[in-house]
């Protein structure tokens, strides 16, 4: 160190010859801390502080210009403290705008479209650059997370990204168009997978809620999300058959004419003509649009079928349900009387009187238009704030009550209020709606004080080994949620019939104040039975205290936390009882699994230690999982509902539940501890991340230069490429792995034995001037080289990596 700074100092032009040293510097664009032009640019940012003169104003301005040319040539390193040093100390944000773009252009005709944007944000020229040159491959990358860090900030880019990835959700939308538009290379499958107009839309909807951007600027997005949305409504009205006529028809109701025809045509796939005819006559759908049969129908009908009978609120409807509605589920022990409608600011007034009274139990649960997947957060339609024999509903639909400065004032107020006990059940999702709904929240947070979401007890209750057997209902139950937690506890389970129902549609139906009832009055029951016996359920007292509780009962309660610490620590599986600690240690390839649908971010995490890894896709029901195990001796992960019917149908100690709320860095540190699995360095990236496969074959850049000749995506780089003369060399990691002859793929069509082809289009050909070997997967295609990923895992999971005295040396 001491040596470089004095050596610095015997420069006649330090910042002339420091450009001369790293243009010189082998690897100098890996970005890596390790390389030697890394080193060399971080000691002469060092040896500046010491040497202020050293300048670029020093100069001659031809000579500043010259030197700033040259560093910009250097601008192809991803590493930030690279480009920030060459940044600062050449002044390149200066440099004239046409020849910083023509740097950019540059990177982008090398395929460095990641380091164009890289340098593009850095050099904030993201308003003078063509958002969709800049973007479009990235998306087509698979890095849409780069993107919007590109457009961050820039309103206009933000709109112009948003209203691009709607017009892809477009029917007609052509990926090949695309393609030839931007000179593109072929797009690989898994990235095709990630623009289907499915997946788009979420995406879509996602930036619209983070750019607060109009929907209306979305039509495509906004007609796929309404049809899907159509769909399912068909799907759970007539095959799952878990929705009542009226929640259906509430949904249903549309006033665009493409979505009513649809609605139309799935009537009839159905199997429903009779409706189908209906809804045309309601719609006034023209004939030439209507679908066999349905015209022929519509004449046929008597003329009280002619017309659509929906339902009306206003009816009487009877508060008490019938007795078997009240043998099978719970009901809340409230009469019509003692139910209030708050929408207004003096309703308000007797319910803050009420509600906000000291010392008092308040449970709390909201309402929502219900999105059928969707990703968009809604805004709450009605707040249910159940106390000691009344309920209080306060319809933040009416006119004027929802934003009302007392309205605002009220949900501050009994949010912040330490005084107040409020129980709800998974409350995170009932926040994110009040943040969609009063956007004050976000400038002024929301405080939350004296909060117990009953379901932190209930997981507790749940993994406690100590509960009675009598409270556990049946493993091929149905009930999930608080509704699981009402049954476990209070005997029976909430009707959730209306949970689906159009809650911004006044009047609301009796049906639909009955459930909104007793979704939050169930809560201080829950709560009551709970408190008066713990023990008898599993729990501790503390468990049953506010999570949000003041600074003087939190340090009170620390040997409590530690003692709920430790228990934590336990695996969360009945079924597996203890971590097998005793045995003798297991390879990541001894250990081999299938996660559920929900654990996909944990099975990518062993997969990457070298764990033999199935996951299943999300369109797969569970059971798959179950038929995976025992089909090839596999343990399943699981969480939340599914465990209880998974863990009957495979072996014992061959399921395993965890914890959904846990990160999934943090799931697959438990599972390899409680499967006692020791990886180590070697086993990481032992497996294919896209397919799992273990065998590999190494490729030399030479031979990696020819293919891409081969394949026509040759450029200068590629024909220089072919004199260099490169050996196979060990990679640092992947031992574990299988290594397959480079014989025996076939040249001609550069495919392997098992009709894979290798997939070229991912190896941008500038990669080759600085990684010397290549691996392929032998079963996908998909090809892999050494970069900064393997060191990020070692430094993720060193608590649970098997360092060896040989590999501890080596690094």
């Known amino acids: 160190h001491l040596a470089a700074l004095q050596g610095f100092s015997k420069l006649s032009e330090p910042l002339e010859a420091v450009l001369t040293i790293l243009e010189g510097c082998p690897c100098k664009q890996k970005g890596r801390s390790h390389t030697l032009g890394h080193h060399i640019l971080l000691e002469f940012q060092t040896w500046m502080k010491g040497h202020p003169q050293v300048t670029l104003s020093s100069l ?31 002044q390149l944000s200066s440099v004239d705008l046409a020849a910083l773009k023509l740097c950019i252009v540059r990177l982008q005709t090398l395929n460095c479209y990641k380091e164009a944007a890289v340098l593009g944000m850095k050099l904030q020229l993201q308003k003078e650059l063509n958002m969709e040159e800049m973007c479009v491959p990235l998306i087509l990358q698979n890095k849409l997370a780069l993107v919007e860090s590109f457009v961050t900030g820039h309103s206009q880019l933000e709109q112009r990204l948003v209203t691009l990835l709607d017009s892809w959700c477009h029917p007609s939308f052509s990926l090949e168009e695309i393609t030839k538009r931007f000179h593109l290379f072929p797009v690989s ?45 068909m799907y759970a009205r007539f095959v799952e058959k878990s929705m009542t006529e009226e929640n259906w028809c509430d949904h249903v109701q549309v006033d665009d004419l493409q979505l009513q025809i649809q609605l139309v045509h799935l009537l009839v796939r159905n199997s429903e003509l009779q409706k189908a005819s209906q809804w045309s006559l309601r719609y006034n759908i023209p004939r030439d649009r209507l679908p066999r049969g349905v015209w022929e129908m519509q004449q046929s009908l008597p003329s009280h079928l002619q017309h659509l009978h929906l339902s009306n609120p206003a009816q009487t409807e009877e508060w008490t349900p019938p007795q078997s509605h009240r043998d099978k589920f719970y009901q809340a022990p409230i009469t019509e009387d003692k139910v209030h409608f708050v929408d207004s600011v003096e309703a308000l007034q007797t319910c803050r009187h009420v509600v906000l009274k000291k010392g008092g139990v308040v449970g709390v649960d909201m309402e929502w238009q219900p999105t059928f997947g969707c990703t968009s957060t809604q805004q709450v339609a009605l707040i249910q704030l159940a106390v000691f024999d009344q309920v209080f509903l306060l319809d933040l639909c009416a006119d004027g009550f929802c934003q009302h400065p007392a309205t605002i004032s009220f949900i501050r107020n009994l ?39 009953l379901v932190r007890v209930h997981q507790k209750f749940r993994r406690s080994q100590n509960g009675p ?137 062993l997969r990457c230690l070298g764990v033999d890894v199935v996951m299943l896709e999300n369109t797969d029901d569970h059971r798959v999982a179950a038929k995976l195990a025992q089909a090839e001796g596999r343990v399943i992960l699981t ?131 600085r990684i010397p070997h290549f691996y392929v997967c032998t079963r996908c295609g998909k090809v892999f080289w050494e970069g900064s990923h393997f060191g990020r895992v070692m430094s993720m999971f060193q608590e649970v990596l098997h360092v060896t005295h040989a590999e501890s040396a080596a690094d």
């Open 189 to 233: 499958k898994h990235c095709t997978d990630q623009i289907q107009p499915k997946k788009l839309t979420k995406q879509v909807f996602r930036l619209m809620e983070k750019f607060n951007i109009d929907q209306g600027l979305c039509p495509n997005a906004l007609h796929k999300r309404r049809l899907d949305s159509l769909r399912f409504l």
């Open 639 to 769: 969480c939340g509902q599914p465990f209880q019917s998974l863990r009957s149908q495979v072996g014992e100690g061959r399921c395993l539940s965890l914890d959904c709320s846990e990160k999934a860095r943090d799931q697959a540190v438990r599972v390899l501890r409680h499967f006692n699995v020791q990886p180590t360095p070697s086993d990481i990236f032992s497996r294919c991340q896209a397919c799992n496969s273990d065998q590999y074959v190494a490729v030399p850049r030479k031979d990696m230069a020819w293919m891409l000749q081969q394949k026509g995506q040759s450029n200068h780089t590629v024909l220089f490429l072919w004199n260099l003369r490169d050996t196979v060399q060990n990679t640092q990691y992947a031992l574990q792995c299988q290594w397959a002859p480079l014989s025996g793929l076939d040249p001609d069509t550069l495919t392997f034995p098992g009709g894979a082809p290798i997939q070229l289009h991912t190896v941008p050909p500038s990669l080759l001037l």
């Open 469 to 605: 057997k009598e409270v556990l209902v049946g493993e091929d139950s149905a009930e999930k949620g608080l509704s699981l937690l009402v049954h476990q506890v209070l005997g029976r389970p909430l009707d959730k019939t209306e949970q689906m129902s159009s809650w911004a549609k006044r009047p609301l139906r009796v049906s639909q104040i009955r459930y909104a009832v007793a979704d939050s009055y169930c809560l201080l029951d829950v709560y009551s039975a709970l408190s008066s016996n713990p023990d008898y359920f599993g729990l501790l007292s503390a468990d049953l205290r506010s999570s949000t509780s003041s600074h003087s009962e939190k340090s009170g309660d620390k040997k409590q936390k530690e003692k709920e610490a430790e228990q934590m620590k336990r695996p969360l599986s009945k079924e597996v009882r203890k971590p097998l600690e005793d045995t003798p240690p297991l390879s990541p390839q001894q250990l081999r699994v299938v996660c559920d649908n929900m654990l996909q971010g944990l099975g990518r995490y």
């Open 415 to 453: 949010f912040s209020s330490k005084d107040v006990l409020k129980l709800a059940y998974d409350v995170s999702g009932d926040l994110k709606c009040i943040l969609a709904t009063w956007r004050q929240f976000l400038e002024e947070p929301l405080k939350i004080e004296g909060m117990l979401d």
């Open 60 to 90: 001659s301005e031809q000579q500043a210009v010259a030197l700033q040319r040259r560093a910009l040539s250097l601008l192809t390193d991803t590493q930030t403290s690279f480009i920030d040093g060459l940044i600062n100390i050449y």
